[in-house]
């Protein structure tokens, strides 16, 4: 560099940092939503969060944005500029107003709601698909475990996140108070359950991929069940990094 590039340099002094992305969250109600969308507001690491829902209302939450959808079919939905994705499959608490109008994704809609993101711009994508325990063979946990994954992942994303928690088995209907009674004393038994073979909490599941979103390389990552467990044993940032270290 000559001294008067250098002079010039100087002058224009420091490159401005690059401005913060925009995210697009679909499925924010729930349990797993609600802390996914928390997380993400309280790392300040976006510029706007544009949360989808299907009725009018008035976020509560500084840098977010709610973004009415008209219809359940996201091919015909007008575009939202974005860069980064969320879908988070999670069933909502229909007892409270802010879920019940927020908009909420089923699993049959996941290969056109990744496609209506990716034309608005969107290349990075977090996709969280929870599943029953004992019901993904070990084979799929670090694999695309059916059609519709396969059609995300090869839609052309830059960066695609799979995570797969497991979800906590529902109880069964009784048919009797006998039948009542014996469930509530064999679930006695549940608290003997080995802490690493519990599903893992939503703010473990939360932190893993808002890290996992500004940490990850190109490529598919597919995040097993285990992995967000082990954020109780050590740090986010080093979870991921051992995780998606080569």
């Not at 002058?11 to 401005?16: D, F, S, T």
């Not at 709610?66 to 359940?72: E, F, G, I, N, Y």
């Not at 969107?122 to 993904?136: K, N, S």
Request: proline fraction near 11%; charge should be neutral; glycine fraction near 4%.
């Amino acid at each position: 560099m000559t001294l008067l590039n250098a002079l010039q340099a100087a002058q224009r002094g420091p490159a401005p940092p690059a401005p913060l992305p925009v995210a697009l969250i679909a499925g924010a109600a729930g349990t797993l939503g609600a802390e996914v969308l928390r997380r993400l507001v309280g790392g300040h690491h976006y510029r706007q969060l544009r949360v989808l829902a299907q009725e009018d209302m008035t976020p509560a939450l500084d840098r977010v944005e709610m973004v009415r959808v008209p219809s359940d079919d996201p091919s015909a939905w007008p575009l939202q500029p974005a860069t980064v994705g969320v879908i988070v499959f999670d069933a909502p608490n229909l007892y409270n107003d802010r879920e019940r109008a927020l908009w909420t994704p089923q699993p049959a809609q996941l290969p056109a709601l990744a496609a209506w993101m990716l034309r608005c711009g969107v290349h990075t994508l977090a996709v969280v698909v929870p599943h029953e325990q004992g019901r993904l063979p070990q084979a799929l946990k670090a694999g695309l475990a059916n059609l519709d994954e396969h059609a995300v992942a090869s839609m052309g994303f830059q960066r695609l996140l799979l995570v797969r928690p497991a979800v906590t088995p529902q109880a069964p209907p009784h048919a009797n108070v006998l039948e009542w009674l014996a469930h509530r004393m064999l679930s006695i038994f549940a608290y003997m359950v080995p802490s690493n073979e519990m599903p893992p909490r939503a703010a473990d599941l939360a932190a893993l991929v808002d890290e996992a979103l500004r940490a990850m390389p190109p490529g598919v990552h597919i995040a097993p069940p285990e992995l967000a467990r082990r954020t109780r044993e050590a740090t986010v940032q080093e979870t991921v990094r051992a995780w998606l270290a080569p």
